[in-house]
C-alpha cells in the first residue's frame, strides 16, 4: 500500500494534486497523509467552475423542481418535465453541430442516483421520447408535427440566450434527423458485468445515463447539458463538486 512504498523509499517527495481539495487540507495533522505546505494553482485561460455557472444571471443553471426530484425516487410515471426539457435543449445544440457543417461529439450527463434500477428507468424514459419525437418528425409530410415543432423551437428559444452563436431554428430543425439516427443513449454502470467503455465518435451524439461510475475522475467528450436530479446528499463540498463533470 502506499505507506509500505514510503517507508521504503525513504528519500522521496509525495505530491498531491486534486480539484476538490477539501479532504486532504482538513484530514489530521498527525495523519501520514497530512500535507507540509499547500500551492493554490490559478485557473487557466477558459476555466469554467463554479462562479460561472451558478454567478446571479448565468443563464447557465435551471433549478428542476421537486416533482422531478420525486419522480427519480418513484420513476413508475411519465418523464418528469424537467428531464424533457433538458433533453430538447440537448438535441438542438446537436442540430447546431451538424447544421454547422463540423462535426463535433456532443453529450449529455443523466445523473439520477446511485442505484442501478434508477438508470434502468431514465434509459427507458430517454428512448421512449427520443422514440416519439424521432417518429413524428420522420413522419411530418403526413401529419405536420405542429406541437413536437413549438417545443423544439422553444427550447432553441432558450438556449439562444446563452449562445448567440447558434444556428437558426430552421437549420437546427432540419438537422435533427441526422442527431435522431447517430443518437446513442448508454447506461453507464457495471449492470452486464462490466461498466461500458464508450468510443466517442464526433459524428455522434451521446446520452449517458449513470452514478457512481460517472461520479468523480470520468471524462465526458463534448458535454454540454447535465441532468442531476439527486439531493446534496451529507453535503460533503468536495462530493458534490466532484459529481459536477460540467465543470
Known amino acids: 500500500n502506499l505507506l509500505a512504498l514510503r517507508e521504503a523509499l525513504p528519500g522521496h517527495y509525495y505530491l498531491q494534486y486534486?480539484?476538490?481539495?477539501?479532504?486532504?487540507?482538513?484530514?489530521?495533522?498527525?495523519?501520514?497523509?497530512?500535507?507540509?505546505?499547500?500551492?493554490?494553482?490559478?485557473?487557466?485561460?477558459?476555466?469554467?467552475?463554479?462562479?460561472?455557472?451558478?454567478?446571479?444571471?448565468?443563464?447557465?443553471?435551471?433549478?428542476?423542481?421537486?416533482?422531478?426530484i420525486a419522480a427519480a425516487d418513484h420513476p413508475s410515471g411519465p418523464p418528469p418535465e424537467g428531464l424533457r426539457h433538458a433533453m430538447l435543449e440537448f438535441l438542438v445544440?446537436?442540430?447546431?453541430v451538424v447544421a454547422s457543417g463540423k462535426p463535433k461529439t456532443r453529450s449529455m450527463l443523466v445523473h439520477p442516483s446511485r442505484r442501478k434500477d434508477s438508470h434502468a428507468d431514465f434509459v427507458r424514459w430517454i428512448a421512449s421520447m427520443k422514440k416519439d419525437w424521432q417518429d413524428k418528425y420522420e413522419h411530418a409530410n403526413d401529419v405536420f408535427p405542429?406541437?413536437?415543432?413549438?417545443?423544439?423551437?422553444?427550447?432553441?428559444?432558450?438556449?439562444?440566450?446563452?449562445?448567440?452563436?447558434?444556428?437558426s431554428f430552421e437549420e437546427c430543425w432540419g438537422a435533427l434527423n441526422v442527431v435522431f439516427r447517430n443518437l446513442n443513449i448508454v447506461e453507464v454502470n457495471a449492470r452486464q458485468g462490466q461498466t461500458p467503455v464508450i468510443n466517442w465518435v464526433p459524428t455522434q451524439s451521446y446520452i449517458l445515463v449513470g452514478g457512481q461510475a460517472i461520479d468523480r475522475g470520468f471524462t465526458v467528450e463534448g458535454l454540454t447539458v447535465t441532468y442531476m436530479p439527486r439531493g446534496p446528499g451529507g453535503r460533503t463540498a468536495d462530493t458534490v463538486q466532484q459529481r459536477a463533470r460540467f465543470f
Open 146 to 167: 405542429a406541437k413536437l415543432q413549438l417545443e423544439f423551437q422553444t427550447a432553441w428559444s432558450g438556449l439562444k440566450e446563452s449562445t448567440p452563436s447558434l444556428a
Open 93 to 96: 445544440g446537436a442540430a447546431h
Open 18 to 68: 486534486t480539484a476538490t481539495p477539501q479532504a486532504p487540507l482538513l484530514i489530521a495533522i498527525d495523519d501520514a497523509l497530512s500535507p507540509n505546505f499547500v500551492r493554490v494553482l490559478e485557473p487557466g485561460e477558459g476555466y469554467t467552475g463554479g462562479d460561472t455557472y451558478f454567478s446571479e444571471g448565468s443563464g447557465l443553471v435551471i433549478s428542476i423542481s421537486e416533482d422531478d
